[in-house]
Structure formats: structure tokens, C-alpha cells
């Protein structure tokens, strides 16, 4: 299983970027989706994950940033507006995967996309 994230760069503070990210190879069903992020010093954290029955978002982005999924292409987006220079880090696309049937959900990360936001 692979996991590919795209869409990062460098924006100015207030703009916009749109993250994509797609899972590929021997899935049977993606149990939630979502993006963490890491910045310099920092651990990795939660940015929003959607998953069957619900989604959630890190209190920081509420508002402001907002996921979506597109169950059929095993896709998800994280539109994100309004940013500000403390959005700034490595955004990771993160997919819980089953392979067969009644298997535990496997962990699976992208590389990672750098986010910039100049103030």
C-alpha cells in the first residue's frame, strides 16, 4: 500500500492551498483518512481525521481548514484557508488500511509535504 501526498508550497499569511493525498495497491477498505502535521522541534500532530462515522479536527485549524474524502478513489483533501505563519510544517497524509477481510487496520504514512506560510 502506498500512500502519496501532493499540493504543499509556500503561501503568504491569509492565503489558501489545497493537500491531496491517495492511498493505491491491495486495499479491501480504508477505515479513516486524515493529515498530521510536524513542524521544526516539534512532535507530530493531528490535523483532521475523517473516518465512517465521524470527523475530527486539532482545535488550532477549526474554522479554517477542512477535510473531505472520496470514499470510491480511497482520495482525501485538506483544504486549508485562512493560514497563518504557525500552519507552517510537514503535512503527512495517514491511512488506516485493511488488505482482506476482518484483518486490524495497518498504519500506513506518506512522505510528507512541505507547508510554508511567510507572515
Known amino acids: 500500500v502506498r500512500v502519496v501526498e501532493s499540493g504543499g508550497g509556500v503561501v503568504q499569511a491569509g492565503g489558501s492551498l489545497r493537500l491531496s493525498c491517495a492511498a493505491s495497491?491491495?486495499?479491501?477498505?480504508?477505515?479513516?483518512m486524515g493529515w498530521y502535521r510536524q513542524a521544526p522541534g516539534k512532535q507530530r500532530e493531528l490535523v483532521a481525521i475523517?473516518?465512517?462515522?465521524?470527523?475530527n479536527y486539532a482545535d488550532s485549524v477549526m474554522g479554517r481548514f477542512t477535510i473531505s474524502r472520496d470514499v470510491a478513489k480511497d482520495t482525501v483533501y485538506l483544504q486549508m484557508n485562512s493560514l497563518k505563519a504557525e500552519d507552517t510544517a510537514v503535512y503527512y497524509c495517514?491511512?488506516?488500511?485493511?488488505?482482506?477481510?476482518?484483518?486490524?487496520?495497518?498504519?500506513?504514512w506518506g512522505q510528507g509535504t512541505q507547508v510554508t506560510v511567510s507572515s
Open positions: 495517514y491511512a488506516a488500511v485493511l488488505r482482506i477481510r476482518n484483518e486490524v487496520p495497518f498504519d500506513y
Open positions: 495497491g491491495y486495499i479491501f477498505r480504508i477505515n479513516a
Open positions: 475523517t473516518g465512517d462515522d465521524n470527523t
